[in-house]
Structures are given as C-alpha cells and as structure tokens.
C-alpha cells in the first residue's frame, strides 16, 4: 500500500527511543522529513543517525511551552509547516493513589495533557491554511483499563481520549484527522522502569516481571515499539482519511472492555 505521504513534514515528539524513535524511523522509510526532539542531546543526535541523514533533531523539553513553539519555529525553518504531528511523552509518576503527591499530580498533568495541547494550537493554523493534516496521539491501553500503579496516567489518558475526540470534531471539516494509539505493554524503557516496580513487590527480577507481564497478554507476549509505530504510521497516511476520532488500542488483545 502506498502511504501517500513522501515529501510531508513530520514532527515526532520524544523520538530519542521506544515508540517514538520506531514511529520517526517508519516515517522516514515512507519519505517524510522527519523533525524529533527530546531532552538528552547525545540520545537524541544518536537517534538522529540511526532515522536517516535528512533527520532534523532539537533539544526540547516538551513540558515548556517556550521550546515547543522553538521547535515548530525551527522546524518550519529548517524544513516547512508540519503536515504530520504524533504527540508523544514520557509516563508520569507511578506509585499508589494514597502515595502520590500534588506535584506528583501537577507533574503529571503537565507532562502529559498540556503539552498535547499545545503542540496541537501550534500546528493547527499551518495544517488549517493547507486543508491537510495527520496528528496522533500516542497514550496507554490504562485509558481504557485503568492500572492501580498508575493513577495519574490512568486518570489523564482517559481524558485525552476526550480531547481526541474533540480536536477531531473541530478539524474534520478541513481534511485534519486526530487520532490516538493505545499501546499495550510494549518492551521500552518505561515498561523495564515499571518491571523493577513490580519485580520488587514481588520478590522476583525486573526480567522475570517482563515475563510474566507477556504470558498475561492474549498473544504471549510483549508488543515490539515497531509493532506500535506500524499503527500510528498508518494513521498519518493518505488511505486513512477516513479514520478520526478513533482510540486504537494495540495490545495484543489484553484489555478486556469492548473498545
């Protein structure tokens, strides 16, 4: 299937490692000129080589808004308006409802909900004037199934469902899709992060977490960060046009609720 989207302007947020990186990297195999950030500058340079020369790469902290104006600036600069936004964080804090914090909280919020809207009010009027746009969220499967270690991602994805559906309401009349991509348990750094987590609850290894944490999914087994860049990619491409608004889930058939 051709994607239709070679030459198209692609900004991918936190793309130094795990999903995001796999999401860049499939983007820039469909031709698109690929924009990533993140914070870690020699992740992020590495990174950048290993998507492809033609890869541009900016030092961002996605929880200020001045560096994420910055990076649309620089992005237009450098190569031109995005046609292709996928959002894209970090987990917030994990830990019990009884243990968190208000900044724990305020935390949470910031580096989860606010910069989503803010990359979405920056690109909007660029995708508006050219009547084209594909923007994904990328969030968790704890939208639909909420996790007892995870209150606050549990809390604040569900709600960006919401804003999915909203933003996709509002821009649908201009040939803009949004989307979101609800990952399963994917083999990331996060998911090592919440294995050593559960590992020390359970007396057992952050490898024998992971273990078991795949044998519980349906399929057997963790999802690959490419097996959840294919879905998000797909979204930015031409052939869907007709598909926004939606929540995907990607997790191997491990969330038990109708979808």
Avoid at 77 to 89: F, H, K, Q
Avoid at 193 to 209: M, T, V, W, Y
């Amino acid at each position: 299937m051709d994607f239709g989207i070679s030459g198209k302007v692609a900004m991918v947020a936190a793309a130094s490692k795990g999903i995001g990186l796999a999401t860049a990297k499939l983007l820039a195999a469909e031709g698109c000129h690929v924009s990533i950030c993140a914070r870690n500058e020699e992740v992020l340079e590495a990174a950048a080589a290993e998507i492809g020369p033609e890869t541009r790469s900016y030092v961002v902290d996605v929880n200020n808004p001045e560096d994420l104006a910055w990076w649309l600036e620089q992005t237009t600069a450098d190569l031109s308006a995005p046609e292709i936004l996928v959002t894209n964080t970090g987990g917030p804090p994990a830990g019990n409802f009884t243990t968190l914090t208000d900044e724990h909280w305020q935390s949470g919020f910031d580096s989860t909900l606010m910069n989503v809207i803010r990359l979405v009010r920056m690109v909007a009027p660029s995708m508006l004037a050219n009547g084209f746009g594909r923007i994904v969220h990328i969030t968790s499967l704890v939208a639909k199934e909420p996790s007892p270690m995870l209150p606050i991602s549990s809390t604040l994805r569900s709600g960006l469902m919401a804003l999915t559906r909203l933003q996709a309401t509002e821009f649908a009349p201009h040939g803009i899709t949004v989307n979101s991509v609800l990952p399963g348990h994917t083999l990331t750094d996060r998911q090592r992060h919440l294995a050593e987590i559960r590992g020390g609850k359970d007396g057992i290894s952050a490898e024998e977490a992971l273990e078991k944490q795949g044998k519980e999914v349906p399929v057997g087994r963790l999802a690959s960060p490419e097996e959840i860049a294919a879905a998000i990619v797909f979204l930015c491409s031409i052939p869907a046009a007709y598909i926004t608004g939606s929540n995907l889930l990607v997790d191997g058939g491990l969330t038990k609720g109708l979808a």
